[in-house]
């Protein structure tokens, strides 16, 4: 899987767009890109992940450049509850089971 | 639903104890995972099952050794615990790749070796 790289630490201020940036410029024409999040001594939760098309749900938006080596994860109105680790993976969907590899992710720091 | 669970929630050994940690999912799903945790480290993968009866080994697997007798159900076991496998053990689950990669994870257990 490609290697990515993001910010160690963000601030954002409560209500306001959380823009979380991560580099992939490694990636590969059929691998996605997966966002993570952990909440302080929670288990990690799935945000959400795209491929080529910038991707929208009920929590975030994914918006991938054209060139598909770097990606960015919107959070349209920060809360408190969403201070928490942000983690990109890049992987491959092969049918087969393979590992997440989580890097260090972002800690984000929502702030009133 | 429950989604997965995991059990116990905390636990201290001695080192050369053995234990086992439970991970339970009520969603059907075939796919489940071991992780562990250290401090300042994102998740590494211990083992996984592609399925009932199957397992497999992940990218740190030494010490450690896994059982899916049913599908609902998969166990960590350490046979010889150690200062080194002090860390927070995370179970998830997910459908089968191609439908859905997202995995759900347990709330974790916290593991001390002294």
């Known amino acids: 899987d490609a290697k990515t ?9 409560e209500g306001r767009a959380a823009n979380l940036p991560c580099n992939h410029s490694t990636i590969s024409g059929n691998e996605y890109v997966y966002w993570y999040r952990q909440i302080h001594s ?9 491929l080529k098309n910038n991707e929208t ?4 938006s994914l918006i991938i450049t054209e060139d598909r080596k770097s990606s960015t994860l919107i959070l349209p109105h920060a ?21 997440l590899t989580f890097g260090t992710g972002t800690r984000l720091q929502v702030t009133l | 639903n429950a989604g997965v669970t995991q059990t116990p929630k905390f636990r201290v050994l001695k080192t050369g104890q053995s234990m086992t940690l439970l991970c339970a999912q009520d969603m059907n799903h075939e796919y489940m995972y071991w992780y562990r945790q250290d401090p300042g480290m994102g998740l590494r993968l211990i083992h996984y099952s592609v399925g009932e009866g199957t397992t497999a080994k992940g990218e740190v697997p030494d010490g450690y050794n896994v059982s899916r007798l049913k599908k609902q159900n998969f166990l960590l076991g350490l046979e010889s615990a150690a200062p080194s496998q002090t860390s927070v053990y ?8 191609g439908l859905s990669y997202e995995q759900y994870f347990g709330p974790g257990t916290r593991l001390t070796v002294t």
């Open chain 1, 5 to 13: 790289t993001q910010p160690p630490s963000m601030d954002c201020a």
């Open chain 1, 79 to 99: 809360t408190l509850r969403d201070t928490a680790v942000y983690y990109c993976i890049v992987r491959v969907d092969t049918g087969t089971a393979s590992k």
């Open chain 2, 90 to 97: 995370f179970c998830a689950s997910s459908y089968i790749p």
């Open chain 1, 57 to 60: 749900n009920e929590m975030a």
């Open chain 1, 42 to 50: 929670q288990g990690p939760q799935y945000i959400i992940h795209g």
